[in-house]
């Protein structure tokens, strides 16, 4: 298939997205982002309705529950306003909830960029 060759030539893009700092919620002390959300959404919609990458190939995924409920949303709000579209089928995930899990192209999402935090190791 096209992305398996696409994947094997190219294995990682990385993107530095300009953005403020990560937000910190208050009540589960979680960070998110929602530049980086924004820029994922837009990746993941040119993904689809350009290259016609079918939505199940696609996974989001990051360390961070905020973030993770942020992509939930969006998802939520797609499947809402475009029911016909697959939306359903994008894998949403942190990176602990989907350990094993395989799909051809995988967006990782570190949320933050100038303190790393737990995720520095």
Known sequence: M???KIAKSKPVIYLEVP???AIIDLVTKSKFN???ALVTMYIVEGLVE???VPL???AIVTPYTAQWLVYRYAQ???IYCFPKSGYSELIVATIDSIEGGEQPIVILDIVVTYEPSFIDD
């Open 2 to 4: 096209v992305l398996d």
């Open 50 to 52: 350009q290259r016609k």
């Open 76 to 78: 939520s709000r797609l």
């Open 19 to 21: 953005s403020p700092r």
């Open 34 to 36: 929602l530049t980086f």
């Open 56 to 58: 199940c190939y696609i």
